[in-house]
Structures are given as structure tokens and as C-alpha cells.
């Protein structure tokens, strides 16, 4: 057993833009998208799909009841002539012919049943299938709703830096004037100010599009103001990477979904199998009909019964190039599962590694910011004795700026990494 065990402290906490009762957290958002979302709906229409197919199917097992009506104008009429005895009319030329027919398979050595199996597992595959569009969809709705948070944060940390900056340009200026700064101190102040617009202007385009995609995710429009909370919290977390692979080898969707194609071809070469098969039916008309002596032109009551039997004899090889097809596709399955379960224990490696350097980063991030912290607590100290030019405190202030923003973006990255263990696994929002 290969074992790994982080422990997490809880290093930070994010507010989305409203943290009152009103806001939506990450978990009412994946369920809100679970339920509205029309590619949910769209899985469950394939599911009623294939289950209406399994009753179709089945239907061949019922009575096949049908009602005709027939005319038939003839002529000649077969009519002879007796001397002495008249003119002979043995048939109408209207005929007429009403009956209720029914039809009944006893026996077809077992394709219906093979075709209900098929069709059942058809059935199987759309389930499956649901639970993967929502694995997608909640990965999705999670990665969106943190980037929203990441990027509010994110110009929280760039409006700070403008208002400092623009402070530090009225104090430079005061300077200037006092005759213990120049203006290419101001100017420089002023460049910075500039870039950090810039840097606002392009982080704040990137959080409206993330908000039209968590928009769209959940049907809100444009006109419903959009409030969220959440938080970059860490917990403490053991990886157990053979455990990991065994879980997700048994609840991951992409593996049950090649193991019902496994078996769905099977079931298709058991299905070809049975092409040539026999059939013996019963059938069964009653109705009403002329042409009955004495009086052929009045309608009578008539039945019949009987057996149908079907033998087919030569079909020109259709039904074993049928098996064949079947079983390549058997085999075409069975090395899709192979591949599938490779790829789920690579999946989990990779997203355990991926949890392991986030966290690395986090904490890399960390002493870099509190480093970044004390640089400008001792460059202001100093600029205010003159120990250190203006470049000096402004190079320290962008670089706790850029520490700030990266050691959130490193948060962000962890706890997206643990998500992502948790689709690696099969176990997000998968129920």
C-alpha cells in the first residue's frame, strides 16, 4: 500500500459577493444545476426511450389482434344451367368478408426473450449514462463557481493595490513639492497605477464571463443579481492510492458504461444466435362473410383455427455473418474496458499528485506572502527615513500584490485538485 497522509490546517476564507441567507453555496449550486439543466432532461428522455423499447419488445409475447373488412367484386360469376332444374349460381359477385383474426406465438426458442434481454440492457446504459452527465455537470458548476470567487477576490487584492498606489502618488507629489522627490518618482507611481488598471480591467472581463457560464448553468437571467458564498478551506485528507483505485474501478461511470456495452454486445451475438430459429404460432378468425349455400347472398357467421409453423431454410449465411459481426464487437468491448480501467488508475494517480502539489504550492505561497508582507512593512519604514528610493517601495508593494494574488490562485488550485480526486473516484455529486 502505497499511503500519503496531508493534513490540512484551514489557511483562508473567501466570501463570494454576499454571505447572508439569500447566497448560494457551492452545493446548492451543483444541485440547483442538477435539477433545471436540459442535458439531465435529455438523459432521462433516453432513459424513457429505452425503457419503452423493453416494453415494445416484450410485446411480441402478447395476442396480435387485428380486424378486416374485405370486398371483391368477381366475374364471371361460376354459375351452370341444369335442364329442367334452372340456372345454378354457386357465388356472389359481391362478396363480402368482416373478421376479427388473432395471432399467438407459443414458441420461438427464445428470441423474443433474447430481444427483451437486449433492450434491458439498453436500459442500463441510458442509468449509467445519467450519472455521468451528472458528474460532468457538477465538475463543471464547481470549477465555475470557485473561479467566480477566485477572480471577486482577486480584484479585491487589485483595488487595494490601486488605492495604495494612488495614495503613495499624493504622498510623492507632497514630496516633490517639498523638494525631497522628483517627478520621475510620480511618473514612475503613476506607470503602476496604469498597469494595475490594466491588470483590473482584464481580471474583471474574465469574472463576467465566468458569471455568464454560471448563469447559463443554472438558468439565471442577466436581471437577477448573482450572490454566492464559499470558502478555500482545507481539511485534513489521507490518500490511500491503491484504496483510490479500487473505489473508483467500482464507481466510475465511464467504466459501468463500457461494462454495459460489454455485455449489451454479448447479448446482441446471443440475439444473432437465434436469427434462424423456428417459430410455431397459433391462429384464430372469427367474422363474417356471404357465399354460403343455401342462400349466398346472405352474411353468416364463420370461424377458424389453426397452427403456423416457421422453418427458415436458407438465409444466405446472413444469420453467422451476423454472430461474427457480434462477436468483433464483443471483443471490441472487452479491450474498451481494459482501456477504460487503465485510464480510471491513471486518473487517480494523476489527480493524487495534482492534491499533493497544490498543497505544496499552498504553502510555498505562504511564506512567500508573509516574506512579501515584511518586505513592504521594512521598505516603508525605510522610504520614510529616506534609506530607499521610490522604485525600491514600489517593486516591494507590486510583489506583495502578486503574492497575495498568487497565493490565492494556489488555494483555488488546491481545492480544485481535491474536487477532482473526488470525479477521479467516482464519488462526485454522482447520486
Known amino acids: 500500500m502505497n499511503r500519503m497522509k496531508i493534513f490540512l490546517p484551514v489557511v483562508f ?32 428522455a433516453s432513459t424513457r426511450a429505452a425503457e419503452a423499447r423493453v416494453s415494445q419488445t416484450s410485446s411480441v409475447r402478447l395476442p396480435e389482434i387485428t380486424t378486416e ?15 329442367v332444374l334452372g ?8 362478396n363480402y368478408d368482416a373478421h376479427v383474426a388473432g395471432k399467438y406465438t407459443v414458441f420461438d426458442f427464445g428470441k423474443t426473450s433474447a430481444a427483451v434481454d437486449l433492450s434491458q440492457s439498453k436500459v442500463q446504459t441510458s442509468r449509467d449514462a445519467i450519472e455521468l452527465t451528472k458528474t460532468n455537470l457538477a465538475l463543471q458548476t464547481i470549477r465555475t463557481f470557485y473561479s467566480i470567487i477566485l477572480l471577486q477576490k482577486s480584484l479585491q ?15 510623492t507629489q507632497k514630496r516633490v513639492t517639498a523638494g525631497s522627490a522628483t517627478n520621475f518618482d510620480v511618473l514612475t507611481t503613476q506607470v503602476r497605477v496604469a498597469s494595475s ?3 483590473r480591467v482584464e481580471i474583471q472581463n474574465s469574472l463576467q464571463k465566468q458569471e455568464s457560464v454560471f448563469r447559463q448553468l443554472l438558468n439565471l437571467s442577466t436581471n437577477i443579481p448573482l450572490m454566492i458564498r464559499g470558502s478555500f478551506q482545507q481539511a485534513a485528507l489521507s490518500l490511500d492510492m491503491d484504496s483510490l483505485q479500487q473505489i473508483a474501478l467500482h464507481q466510475r461511470a465511464e467504466l459501468k458504461l463500457a461494462h ?35 342462400n349466398i347472398y346472405l352474411m353468416r357467421g364463420n370461424w377458424m383455427w389453426g397452427a403456423q409453423a416457421q422453418i427458415p431454410l436458407f438465409d444466405g449465411g446472413r444469420v453467422s455473418h451476423q454472430e461474427e459481426e457480434a462477436q468483433a464487437a464483443i471483443e471490441s468491448e472487452q479491450a474498451h474496458t481494459q482501456d477504460a480501467e487503465r485510464q480510471i488508475r491513471s486518473d487517480v494517480e494523476q489527480s493524487v499528485a495534482d492534491v499533493q502539489a497544490s498543497w505544496s504550492k499552498v504553502q510555498i505561497s505562504d511564506v512567500q506572502l508573509q516574506q512579501a508582507l515584511d518586505a513592504v512593512t521594512i521598505a516603508r519604514t525605510r522610504y520614510e527615513t529616506g534609506s530607499v528610493t ?42
Open 87 to 94: 340456372n345454378f349460381v354457386l357465388a356472389p359477385a359481391d
Open 197 to 199: 488598471q490594466n491588470q
Open 69 to 83: 373488412a374485405d370486398y371483391i367484386h368477381i366475374g364471371p360469376i361460376p354459375e351452370f344451367n341444369l335442364p
Open 13 to 44: 476564507l473567501l466570501s463570494g459577493v454576499a454571505a447572508g441567507q439569500d447566497s448560494m453555496t457551492v452545493e446548492q449550486a451543483v444541485q440547483r444545476v442538477l435539477q433545471t439543466h436540459p442535458a439531465i432532461e435529455q438523459a432521462l
Open 157 to 171: 487584492v487589485q483595488d487595494e493595490q490601486i488605492e495604495a498606489l494612488t495614495q503613495h502618488i499624493s504622498i
Open 390 to 431: 521610490n522604485l525600491d517601495l514600489l517593486d516591494a508593494e507590486t510583489a506583495e500584490s502578486s503574492a497575495r494574488l498568487m497565493s490565492l490562485q494556489a488555494l483555488y488550485r488546491f481545492v480544485i485538485s481535491k474536487y477532482e480526486l473526488d470525479r477521479a473516484v467516482g464519488a462526485l455529486f454522482s447520486n
Open 260 to 294: 454495459d456495452a460489454e455485455e449489451s454486445a454479448k447479448l446482441q451475438k446471443n440475439a444473432s444466435s437465434r436469427g434462424n430459429m423456428p417459430s410455431l404460432k397459433l391462429i384464430a378468425a372469427y367474422g363474417f362473410k356471404n357465399g354460403y349455400e343455401p
